[in-house]
């Protein structure tokens, strides 16, 4: 089947970012929000962000423009019916994932493909309470979605192979590398890096050196772009928290239980960079 218009359920950090791509590469977006208030503050985010490609030379203005007015919004999930391709990225819960793509199987021509951005849950799952289990898959974006290169596509066992191929084919259409994987608790990236991560919160509560010389170790040494503690900050505490707790509650690894402190920072509301607090300040946020 040949995809023309894509729907995007949610309109936050991630799916902003993916209608953003989405557009750019030429497709018609329909992104969807609970309500009028979020979708204002989605497409917000969708015009910052575009203003800020052109800013950096990765775009111009004529194409700016071009994206923006193939972007159409809405607040009811079932105006994503003329949808070839919808990609779902809710809050990351079970129930309401279950609760969307209910909506979406019922409103949706059978041949629409349906996808998950969910970072931790099974799409096994997810795939497995529609009715259409060949039709479903995981395509996991990393965030900020215009800038990170990497799409993973997710394949359960049900899932038909023209889905997948089609689910790659989008990703590079969208000027990511892809890689598949098979559905597992974290897929690739996650099952490597949430570990690490918790790691260097233990190193840190037990003194082996200072937050900001955990950061510097690994962005120096190793060369990545943020430290532990700056990324978990970046990608925010309580999305970092629940993407464990789900590996965690599905595998029984206790390389994905979060320490304590995680959890009093969350209940503290010190969420990283959008709360203005986290492992770190952020005055003004
Ligand atoms: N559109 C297109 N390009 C953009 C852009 C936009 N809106 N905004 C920035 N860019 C480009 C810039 O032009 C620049 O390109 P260049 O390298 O060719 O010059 C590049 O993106 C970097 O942008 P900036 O210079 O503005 O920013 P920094 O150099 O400070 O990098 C960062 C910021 C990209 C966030 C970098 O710090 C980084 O890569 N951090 C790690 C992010 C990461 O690991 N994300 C994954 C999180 S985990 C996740 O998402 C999984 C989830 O399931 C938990």
Not at 56 to 66: H, I, L, N, Q, V
Not at 223 to 229: E, K, S
Not at 265 to 280: N, V
Request: glycine residues 8%; hydrophobic residues 40%; aromatic residues 8%.
């Amino acid at each position: 089947m040949v995809i023309k218009k894509v729907g995007i359920i949610g309109c936050g950090l991630m799916g902003s970012g993916i209608a953003e791509i989405t557009a750019r590469a030429g497709y018609d977006v329909l992104v969807t929000e609970v309500n009028e208030e979020f979708l204002k503050k989605g497409i917000a985010r969708i015009e910052a962000s575009t203003q800020k490609a052109v800013d950096k030379g990765k775009s111009t203005a004529a194409e700016r423009t071009a994206t923006l007015a193939r972007i159409k919004g809405s607040t009811k999930i079932e105006d994503v019916k003329s949808c070839q391709l919808v990609v779902e990225a809710v809050i990351e819960k079970m129930d309401e994932k279950k609760r969307v793509f209910g909506i979406l199987d019922a409103a949706c021509p059978p041949e629409t493909i349906l996808a998950s951005n969910t970072s931790s849950l099974s799409i096994t799952e997810i795939a497995g309470s529609t009715k259409r289990p060949d039709k479903v898959l995981g395509l996991h974006f990393f965030s900020p979605v215009p800038v990170m290169k990497l799409l993973e596509v997710v394949r359960t066992i049900m899932v038909k192979d023209e889905v997948v191929e089609a689910g790659v084919a989008y990703g590079k259409a969208v000027g990511k590398e892809t890689v598949v994987c098979k559905d597992a608790p974290g897929f690739i990236v996650n099952q490597l890096y949430l570990p690490y991560t918790l790691v260097a919160i233990r190193q840190w509560e037990r003194g082996l050196a200072t937050k900001e010389d955990i950061d510097k170790a690994m962005s120096l040494g190793l060369n990545y772009p943020m430290g532990p503690f700056t990324l978990m900050d970046f990608v925010g505490l309580d999305i970092h928290y629940n993407a464990c707790m789900s590996i965690f509650e599905e595998t029984k690894d206790p390389a994905y239980f979060p320490p304590p402190v995680l959890k009093k920072m969350i209940q503290a509301g010190h969420l990283g960079r959008k709360t203005g607090k986290g492992f770190y300040d952020y005055p003004g946020k």
